[in-house]
């Protein structure tokens, strides 16, 4: 088939996690192929464009990075409307970053206000699963499929944005999720 006959599928994604748990850096490794050490705080949101193919379909994902610092929480419902997944990210060494997945988790439903906020698609990543050859874990990947499994089977990936550790294998899957409601 001609590549310009396939159909063409925008997918609008939104990624949310607290302020420094890797949610550029994810992006960064994914789309660019790159890792800054530094930390640099996102600022209200922008957003990245990759193109896939999936079966027989051209997919064009469109990221949305958000700012996790609380003083840039100004996106509001206009923004997350429309969405087709959200991604969330929380820093596996840090416990605190995971016990706020259920206020973004909440957070996003009420803003995104989609029709049917049980099946919205969710994707959670643990991020930073390199950091001290895993000893310094805060949270464990049991605790983690809990929770997802408490919110309907959210797909659930342990990542590392530094090493490009499962990067590609979660966006792939945030794609796929995104595409349920194709
Ligand atoms: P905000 O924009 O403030 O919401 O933060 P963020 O979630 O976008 O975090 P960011 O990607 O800027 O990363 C924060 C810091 O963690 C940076 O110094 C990154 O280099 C570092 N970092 C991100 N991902 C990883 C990872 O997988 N492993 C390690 N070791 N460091 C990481
Ligand atoms: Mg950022």
Redesign the pocket.
């Known amino acids: 088939m001609d590549i310009s006959m396939k159909r063409r599928t925008l997918l609008k994604v939104i990624v949310l996690?607290?302020?420094?748990?890797?949610?550029?850096?994810?992006m960064n490794q994914y789309v660019y192929k790159k890792?800054?050490?530094?930390?640099?705080?996102?600022i209200g949101a922008d957003f990245v464009t990759k193109e896939l193919q999936i079966d027989d379909k051209l997919v064009t994902l469109q990221v949305w990075?958000?700012?996790?610092?609380e003083r840039f929480h100004c996106l509001g419902a206009a923004f997350y409307r429309g969405a087709d997944c959200c991604v969330l990210?929380y820093d596996v060494n840090v416990s605190k970053s995971f016990e706020t997945l259920q206020n973004w988790h909440e957070e996003f439903l009420k803003q995104a206000d989609p029709t049917d906020p049980e099946a919205f698609p969710f994707v959670l990543l643990g991020?930073?699963?390199?950091?001290d050859g895993g000893n310094s874990r805060a949270v464990s990947e049991k605790k983690a499929r809990e929770w997802c499994a408490s919110k309907g089977n959210i797909p659930y990936f342990e990542?590392?944005?530094?090493?490009d550790y499962n990067v590609d294998e979660a966006f792939l899957c945030i794609a796929k999720t995104g595409m349920i409601n194709e």
Not at 159 to 163: F, G, L, P, Q, V
């Open positions: 996690g607290d302020s420094g748990v890797g949610k550029t850096s994810l890792f800054h050490r530094q930390y640099k705080a996102t990075d958000t700012a996790g610092q990210v991020n930073k699963i390199d950091v990542t590392s944005a530094k090493e």
